[in-house]
């Protein structure tokens, strides 16, 4: 522990600032980097993006794995497929442009990607895994899904924001926000009242496990 205490204080008196994103563009900082790579992944910490966790690249590929063999007596999220992938995108580009009648770009005729994030504030830690959809033949359709739910959001939130308006409680049954901003400027709106109302705030969660 001596030692460890000494190299502290000695990387504390050292220079800091951005010279380690310049260190990542030579040939040394990218061949360090590489070799870091060979045993281990870099994910991002759930909830904090900022906050790079770094893991065994066995147990990571051992988790997807897991994640893609599924629960015995469970449903399946995913099924195997002996097509090659070419022939898989294909096919889903084919059924996209005949159903929908949705244009898919050459750039995007690629599959999801399966990744997990650390959930590091579980004990032990957990995995949330995400299919990318950045770039992937889908993501056309995923966009068109997405303006359709957010016109039905808006309408729900119409007719919750009239009922509120008629009911003697004032009280709101639509409880989404688009933003954090929006759910500070509602604490700011009750802070402001000269007698504030005795409430008291809960924060609740969901858990994506079953």
């Known amino acids: 522990m001596k030692e460890v205490k000494k190299k502290i204080e000695r990387l504390k008196t050292e220079k800091t600032g951005n ?10 900082g990218k061949k360090q980097l590489e070799e870091i790579q060979k045993k281990y992944v870099l994910v991002s910490a759930d909830k904090s993006e900022n906050n790079v966790i770094v893991v065994c690249k066995k147990y990571y590929v051992e ?12 449903a399946k999220t995913y099924e195997r497929q002996e097509e090659r992938i070419e022939q898989t995108v294909s096919w889903q580009v084919e059924q996209i442009e005949k159903k929908y009648g949705l244009k898919v770009e050459e750039a995007m005729k690629k599959l999801a990607t399966l990744y997990w994030t650390a959930k590091m504030h579980y004990d ?3 995995e ?5 959809s950045s770039k992937c033949a889908t993501k056309v359709l995923s966009q068109l899904l997405s303006k359709c739910l957010k016109l039905v959001q808006n309408q729900l939130k119409g007719e919750c924001e009239k009922e509120r308006r008629d009911s003697k409680s004032k ?11 929006e759910t ?3 604490i700011d709106r009750v802070n402001r009242r000269k007698q504030p109302r005795q409430s ?5 969660r969901h858990s994506t496990r079953t």
């Not at 988790?63 to 469970?74: D, F, N, S």
């Not at 008291?200 to 609740?204: G, K």
């Open 63 to 74: 988790r997807v794995r897991k994640e893609l063999a599924g629960i015995e007596g469970k």
């Open 171 to 181: 009280a709101s049954r639509y409880w989404i926000v688009d933003s954090t901003e």
């Open 128 to 132: 949330r895994f995400i299919a990318a």
């Open 19 to 28: 010279d380690g994103n310049e260190l990542l563009k030579t040939a040394a």
């Open 184 to 186: 500070v400027a509602k």
């Open 124 to 126: 032990p830690p957990r």
């Open 200 to 204: 008291a705030a809960t924060t609740l």
